[in-house]
């Protein structure tokens, strides 16, 4: 069955799908567009919703890269079987992407005040807020979200990244367990020749 991920050529929200499928062994297409060259009309005329990763497997498409996430685990061992112990990863990937949704705001504001704004406010409340409660998690739960590898934990390790990708930082630094699950993931079969391969990203 052809898959096909489509996502841009830096870490965000498509790396943690990339690091699950080359983890799960699945063959796929990784498209990558040029985020610098985005947006290019073609490919984004082409998204449902204008917007990337979209993913494609036997002639259907998902966006929303959490729904994309979830199903590759799905399929990689990474879902929990019980419908609770789900629902609190689902959470966590969540409280993740709340995190995250500070540094999108970051990301897009083009004022170079209001952004210095943004990245102090990231740097001194954000982070210590929502990586001291991972930090909890983690350390609750064997150094996994859920007891044992899943979704989530690849999730958080591709927003370390992006993190770390457009703040400058090394945010895992000052929280010893997420240090330990990044490296981890990092360490995966699949998913440590992949990161060996890949052309280091920047923006
Ligand atoms: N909720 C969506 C958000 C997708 C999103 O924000 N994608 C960004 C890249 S990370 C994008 O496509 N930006 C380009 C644009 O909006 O034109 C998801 O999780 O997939």
Not at 11 to 21: S, V
Not at 140 to 167: C, H, M, P, R, Y
Not at 180 to 203: D, F, H, M, N, W
Request: charged residues 25%; hydrophobic residues 40%; aromatic residues 14%.
């Amino acid at each position: 069955m052809a898959r096909k991920l489509h996502y841009f050529n830096v870490n965000g929200l498509g790396e943690p799908i990339r690091y699950m499928l080359h983890y799960a062994g699945q063959k796929f297409e990784d498209v990558q567009y040029d985020v610098k060259k985005w947006p290019i009309p073609h490919v984004k005329d082409f998204l449902p919703y204008g917007q990337l990763p979209l993913y494609e497997e036997g002639g259907k498409t998902l966006n929303q890269s959490l729904a994309i996430a979830r199903y590759i685990a799905s399929q990689a061992h990474l879902l929990p079987a019980d419908a609770w112990e789900q629902a609190e990863i689902d959470a966590v990937a969540l409280n993740i992407y709340d995190y995250w949704s500070k540094v999108v705001l970051y990301i897009k504001e083009s004022d170079p005040v209001k952004k210095a704004a943004y990245k102090k406010e990231i740097l001194e409340e954000f982070i210590n807020f929502y990586f001291s409660r991972f930090e909890k998690e983690l350390k609750k739960n064997n150094g996994f979200f859920g007891n044992k590898l899943s979704w989530a934990d690849f999730v958080l390790v591709g927003i370390v990244e992006a993190t770390n990708l457009f703040l400058g930082i090394e945010v895992q630094k000052q929280f010893p367990t997420v240090q330990t699950l990044v490296t981890k993931v990092r360490s995966l079969p699949g998913v440590k020749e992949y990161i060996a391969k890949r052309t280091p990203y920047q923006v």
